[in-house]
Structures are given as structure tokens and as C-alpha cells.
């Protein structure tokens, strides 16, 4: 990812609040870290850079962070919305990504969780699984989780366990805004 060219395109365009966007884009220390990794492909780190963004100040996710992915020299994405949610790895790609079955499966298996987090996981909860963030020119982002096989569903006292958490979670995160105020 070359940030010169990018910040090319922007400035050539007739959209001079888009060219600001791109340049404060440019200067984020999570894009700086992406171009670190060496990938050449700059449509994929201005993608990943937008969900990183989506999901960190308009989601407010728990915990989000980078993770290189050189076998498919891409930028992918792992956090938790909430801290009682399960861990999550996303695939940032723009909407004009060529998704074939085959590459589905290169996600499915390349694509994985941090090491050290593998290891805090639960055994049953590995089952391997992608969240693939598209993100169309508006810069709508739009989530598809994609499975390597069938996943059966929570029994219901396990889904009413994890609503009951996410609604603690949520009703102290609410007093702890109030506090700061």
C-alpha cells in the first residue's frame, strides 16, 4: 500500500471533504501499521482502515485490532463487540471483490485468530468461521459470517444466558457514560 497514491487520487478529485478524509485516513496510526505490513493493495487497506473505523468509534467494539494475513497478503481485523461476546475475525474487502467458492475456502483457511488468543478460546467455539465486512463505495459496510460447514444453533437457555450478559454488559457501560459526564 503506497500512501502517496492514494492521496493522489483523493486530491485529483473534484471532492475536496473527500480528499481531507482520505489525508486524515492517511495519518491514523492504525493505517500507518497496514502499510507496515508491506501488502501492495491499496483498495483493501483503504477498506479495512474504513471498518476499523466503522466498528471502533460508530460500534464502539470492546476490543479491535489488526492481524496480517501473508498468505493472502491482506489485512484482517479481530475484536469483540462486548467483552461477553466471543472473539470475531473479519475480512475487510470492497464490493467489487471477486468471491468465488474457492476463495471462501482461502478465508476459511488462512485467515485466523491471534496465537496468544487461540489460546483463551473455548475448544467448541472454534469452529472455523470468517466475518467478511464488504464495503461498498458510500462506505456502507455489510456483514456476512461464513462458516466451513453447518453450525447448529445455541440451545435456547444458551442464547438467553448470552442476552442476559450482553444486557449487564450494556447497563454498565450506560452508568459508567453517565459517571463521566
Same mark, same amino acid.
Given at each position: 500500500?503506497?500512501? *502517496? *497514491? ?5 486530491? *485529483? ?21 497496514? @502499510?507496515?505490513? %508491506? ?5 483493501? %487497506?483503504? @477498506? ?9 468509534? #460508530?460500534?464502539?467494539? #470492546? ?6 494475513? =501473508? ?12 467483552? #461477553? ?14 468471491? *468465488? =467458492? ?8 488462512? @485467515? ?39 453450525? =447448529? =444453533?445455541?440451545?435456547?437457555? @444458551?442464547? #438467553? ?12 457501560? %450506560? ?7
Amino acid at each position: 500500500m503506497e500512501p *502517496s *497514491s492514494i492521496h493522489k487520487m483523493a486530491s *485529483s478529485g473534484e471532492n475536496k471533504t473527500r480528499a481531507a478524509d482520505l489525508t486524515s485516513l492517511l495519518e491514523h496510526p492504525k493505517y500507518k501499521e497496514m @502499510v507496515a505490513y %508491506g501488502y501492495n493493495n491499496q483498495e483493501q %487497506g483503504h @477498506v479495512a482502515m474504513l471498518v476499523y473505523l466503522y466498528l471502533s468509534e #460508530a460500534k464502539q467494539w #470492546a476490543e479491535l485490532d489488526l492481524q496480517p494475513c =501473508p498468505e493472502l497478503q491482506m489485512v484482517t481485523l479481530y475484536g469483540r463487540p462486548t467483552q #461477553a461476546d466471543d472473539l470475531q475475525v473479519l475480512v475487510p474487502l470492497g464490493k467489487q471483490a471477486d468471491l *468465488s =467458492p474457492q476463495r471462501l475456502r482461502d478465508f476459511l483457511t488462512h @485467515v485466523s485468530l491471534p496465537q496468544d488468543e487461540l489460546e483463551l478460546e473455548e475448544p467448541d467455539l472454534m469452529t472455523r468461521r470468517v466475518t467478511l465486512a464488504i464495503c461498498d463505495t458510500d462506505s456502507t459496510i455489510t456483514f456476512y459470517r461464513i462458516t466451513d460447514g453447518f453450525v =447448529p =444453533p445455541d440451545p435456547p437457555e @444458551v442464547v #438467553a444466558e448470552k442476552k442476559a450478559k450482553k444486557r449487564q454488559w450494556k447497563k454498565r457501560k %450506560g452508568q459508567r457514560t453517565q459517571h463521566q459526564q
